[in-house]
């Protein structure tokens, strides 16, 4: 590292060393001095992975960051200035972002840091791995390394309002494929190499490890990604506070205890809970859903991306199209045409509407997703 970024990983290593507890280990076959360029691709377990993943290593990848960080100036000061990163649009297919992948590499000599799954987990446990991944590490003819995270969403779940005071993360860097095998090695054996290595699952993990987190905050938050009560099946109705979980309808359901499993109900997971309520949704959509939020639209335009808040609005999904409206102004958008939906960071829905890009903070954001996502043809 040169002198910047020293000073800037030294403040980074205080910064999140104060908020959690890492534990870093390397095979024999990597080794974090090293200083050629190299792939590192790790497990999307929560949404500061791209931030501890690089902490330990002496001439570090640069990351592959979401646009949608850049939009606020704070953001895109640290992201531009002070961090070299490469901006990448959730569910697009970007050749910017290969042509900066490619310079990164060729001209730099720096290595790059990639999450192949997209969106860091919203339950707990790995999400699908587009098979161009593989096509695309192939291309790029280097070293293929991995960071298996565990306990990075315990520690900070996506939808949580807060990290878990002193969660423990554990890292462990190892190389997958060594450049020289890229050459002769089938794509689909890579593919299927990769999506091995970063498969994950926190709460088996830790069922069988017994690491502590705390309480305090533990639930708090967990209505933005949980939508439906396992013992009554209403929806729309699920309360937090501190590690305990409520329902409107039938009062406390259950709590996380200090292993982040969950107590009081027939499972003991997320993963579970989110495979209860899935299957919800095609009766769910039958009646309009609705819900309330802000929309912004985001102008990709420009080197400088920017947004612009429209306005706050009550939010009604129906058979057909999304509804925005408040006492000023009614926005409709039909769902034929609502394409590349994601759910970004916690609670912000982003989606393409003709040659426009419009981003939703909502107070249901993983019921909207769902649902629109099956009105469309998709998967709920």
Known sequence: MNLKERILNSLLRTFLFSKYRFHFSFDDNFDPDRQDPYLLIGNHSCLIDGQFTVLPLDRYPFPVINSFMFRKPFMRF??????????????????????MIMDTIKKEKRGVLLFPEGNSSYFGKESSI?????????KLKLDIVVCAVNGGYLSNPRWSDRPVRKGFIDARYYTLVKAEELETIDQEVLYAKIVEALRFNDFDWNREQHHIYDLRHRAEGLE???????QCGNTQCIRTKRHEIFC???GKIAEFNRFSLLEGLPFDNLIAWDAFQKPL???????????TGILEDVDFSEAKIRSRVIGKF???VEKDRLLFSNPE???AFPLDRVQNLTLTRKEELAFDFEDKTYFAAVKDPMLLFDAINFLNGGNS
């Open 224 to 230: 933005r990604f949980i939508y439906a009560c396992p």
């Open 130 to 138: 587009p098979f161009s991944t593989a096509k695309l590490l192939k």
């Open 281 to 291: 949704i095609p009766e769910l959509v039958k009646n309009p859903l609705k819900t």
């Open 78 to 99: 640290v992201l531009t200035q002070l961090i070299h990163s490469i901006p990448k649009r959730k569910g697009q297919s970007d050749i910017l972002t290969i042509r």
């Open 329 to 331: 102004t009614a926005i």
């Open 314 to 316: 009550d939010i009604r």
């Open 248 to 250: 409107s309808h039938c």
